[in-house]
């Protein structure tokens, strides 16, 4: 191998060594054995089918929300708002659920245009809020996060409470025409993964090749300048918001319908804010989301085995994640800085 | 009698108020020389945390507010770090930091989840409690509240009539201009997002040994966000930014009186409402709307109303700073 290859390889793996160290300093702190603790999350997520199952549905709304944020991204737009968009898909699915019969091969596409609507409906009301009501579209987005959030709560205990009465599990189950069809005895479903990776596909050329990508990268570049080149800044910027909403609003969706089969009250399950660490740890760049979204599911998987086994907090898991996007962070920044000297 | 309740109202949201104002001023300081910290909800969780625990364990208050503040200032000196030395995205880290200290508080705090602990104690001004009327609203808290009050103060006079303050001011506004004339740019923008974390490292324990007290999982989940959102609505200036912060809490706690008052009204609404109004109240300062209604006001109110709604950032917010 070339000395440079070499040492590219050193940087690239550097955030990943930094974690372990700190983790385990964290672990010790925590009076845990560290390579236990790191086993368990590893044990985890590959000790049997199921628990393999499992990381695929993980990896569902990652990468949906993962593939949506990328288009966000393009346009220089920080859309912490995914976790909302997310709800509100869920929401809008719910309510076809519940409240309309059909046979399955109508309910189940229904389900899916209801999600994406309802995502589409929250990330172009952030569009609006920033484009015409100059709201950053951080605040805007996290303020939304927090409405939606308290809606879904007031409707699993208001209107769409159960006739036994309300309780933190959520609403009735859907009816079985609105359950997508599952693995063998598993939590997975294959419809789902294959609507995702489709997506990730999609935003890949939509924005390598596409005019309208083109259009947004300008966006993000250097919006006065794409403004005065003629593009419609503000109109862009929400159909961006929108398109993003799309996808997390599907990724709510099927967290409905494949995988929980009822409205809960932490639907998003913090499946927004992780894809966003997703994609900064990509480099916003489509073709490294995958791998990264395999990491991150094993990690989301194996984690909650903690708390089962060692009495350990399984937020270590997202101390994990974001630890590795910190580190990844400051060591780009670190070889950008030292390659400027040398260069 | 009536009068006992109001004056015990004001009190007691000028006192629940505090850490939102410590951790607001000490985003001010930071933002006024350029920086933006965008991990503030983080930061408030893990510094809580912290405080509290080795308050606990240590016994002793004082320890406890000054791991806080260590723990405010280490977070903001990695954003510093990274955004100055290292030019990467502010924004971006600070959100991981986010995730990140929220996460850490997690873990760490969980032996200590809803174990009592130590608390500020209630402490009368000798003398000007006595006061009538001033004396129970102001000088009836905790050494907080009253720090809190002097931060305030002190912090709006180095920023508009000191040396060093004028220093901070052009540092965030016009930083080439300022490294022209010998101002130590990036030094003094490492040294204001430390003391802006560490104050907001106070708020944190401000919250987990005064005003929330104890500790439990995301004890603070969400207060960050309204820091944050509390600087702008306050135009980057400290008066205005407490003045948002007191605002907070006074719709906070009208929602509590408000609560049982009208009990149909779902209790979700009033979850929703700090989060809401956050929006609302940024749409009123940035937005065009603004101006429109400006327009309808008699000219004469028109200065004063648009000098108390409207700010605008420091103009170098955000934007890395290379001396040539």
């Given at each position: 191998m070339k000395r440079s290859s070499l040492a590219s390889l050193a940087w690239g793996l550097a955030p990943f060594v930094l974690t372990l160290i700190t983790s385990s300093l964290i672990l010790l702190f925590a009076g845990a054995d560290p390579l236990e603790a790191l086993g368990q999350i590893l044990g985890g997520a590959f000790e049997s089918t199921r628990k393999l199952a499992d990381v695929i549905v993980a990896l569902v709304p990652l990468l949906l929300c993962a593939a949506g944020m990328l288009i966000t991204f393009a346009a220089g737009l920080w859309n912490i708002g995914v976790e909302g968009q997310m709800i509100a898909g869920a929401l809008a699915t719910t309510w076809v659920a519940l409240g309309v019969k059909a046979p399955v091969y109508v309910m189940l596409p229904l389900t899916i245009i209801a999600g994406m609507a309802g995502g589409i409906l929250w990330g172009a009301l952030i569009g609006l809020l920033r484009s015409y009501g100059k709201v950053n579209e951080i605040f805007a987005g996290l303020g939304l996060n927090f409405c939606a959030t308290a809606l879904t709560n007031f409707l699993i205990f208001g209107?769409?409470?159960?006739p036994d009465g309300a309780t933190?599990?959520?609403?009735?189950?859907?009816?079985?025409?609105a359950w997508m069809p599952i693995i063998g005895n598993t939590r997975a479903s294959m419809i789902p993964l294959a609507i995702a990776i489709i997506a990730i596909i999609a935003v890949y050329f939509l924005l390598r090749d596409s005019y309208w990508g083109l259009k947004l990268k300008a966006i993000g570049q250097n919006a006065q300048a794409a403004q005065r080149m003629g593009i419609n800044t503000r109109g862009n910027l929400i159909l961006a918001l929108a398109a993003c909403g799309a996808l997390a609003g599907l990724a709510g969706s099927v967290q409905t319908t494949a995988v929980y089969h009822r409205l809960i009250?932490?639907?998003?399950?913090?499946y927004g804010y992780l894809s966003q660490l997703v994609v900064l740890l990509s480099g916003l760049r489509a073709e490294w989301v995958p791998l990264v979204v395999f990491f991150f599911s094993v990690i989301q998987v194996g984690s909650p085995r903690l708390e089962l086994r060692?009495?350990?907090?399984?937020?270590l898991g997202g101390v994990l994640q974001s630890s590795v996007v910190l580190f990844f962070l400051l060591v780009r920044g670190l070889r950008q800085k030292l390659e400027r000297k040398e260069g | 009698m009536a009068n006992t309740l109001i004056i015990e109202t004001i009190r007691s949201v000028l006192a629940a108020s505090s850490p939102l104002v410590f951790a607001a001023l000490g985003e001010t300081l930071t933002e006024r020389a350029g920086v933006v910290n965008l991990s503030l909800d983080g930061t408030i969780l893990l510094s809580a945390m912290a405080g509290f625990v080795v308050a606990l364990l240590s016994g002793s208050l004082m320890l406890g507010f000054a791991a806080a503040m260590v723990v405010g200032a280490a977070v903001a000196l990695i954003i510093a770090y990274a955004s100055?030395?290292?030019?990467?995205n502010q924004a971006a880290v600070g959100f991981v930091l986010t995730l990140l200290c929220a996460d850490l508080s997690s873990f760490l705090g969980q032996p200590f989840v809803r174990v009592p602990g130590p608390s500020v104690p209630h402490w009368p001004i000798p003398g000007l409690a006595?006061?009538?009327?001033?004396g129970p609203i102001l000088f009836n808290g905790d050494a907080l509240v009253y720090t809190s009050y002097a931060a305030i103060i002190v912090i709006w006079w180095w920023i508009a009539k000191t040396q060093p303050g004028l220093k901070l001011r052009s540092i965030g506004e016009r930083p080439e201009a300022a490294h022209s004339r010998g101002v130590p740019v990036n030094r003094l923008r490492y040294i204001y997002t430390a003391v802006g974390g560490a104050l907001v490292g106070l708020g944190g324990a401000a919250y987990s040994l005064s005003v929330k007290l104890g500790w439990s999982h995301r004890h603070t989940a969400g207060m960050g966000w309204i820091a944050l959102a509390i600087v702008i609505f306050g135009g980057w200036s400290p008066f205005r930014v407490a003045f948002g912060a007191y605002l907070f809490g006074f719709l906070k706690s009208l929602g509590s009186i408000l609560q049982p008052v009208y009990p149909n009204v779902p209790t979700q609404i009033f979850q929703a409402a700090p989060f809401a109004l956050m929006i609302v109240a940024l749409l009123l300062v940035s937005g065009d709307f603004t101006e429109r209604v400006l327009d309808y006001l008699p000219p004469k109110l028109r200065p004063i109303i648009a000098s108390l709604l409207r700010g605008s950032p420091p103009a170098a917010l955000g934007k890395p700073f290379e001396p040539q």
């Open positions: 209107p769409w409470k159960p933190m599990s959520g609403t009735d189950p859907f009816p079985q025409e009250p932490s639907i998003s399950g913090g060692m009495q350990l907090d399984s937020s | 100055i030395a290292l030019k990467q006595d006061i009538p009327l001033i």
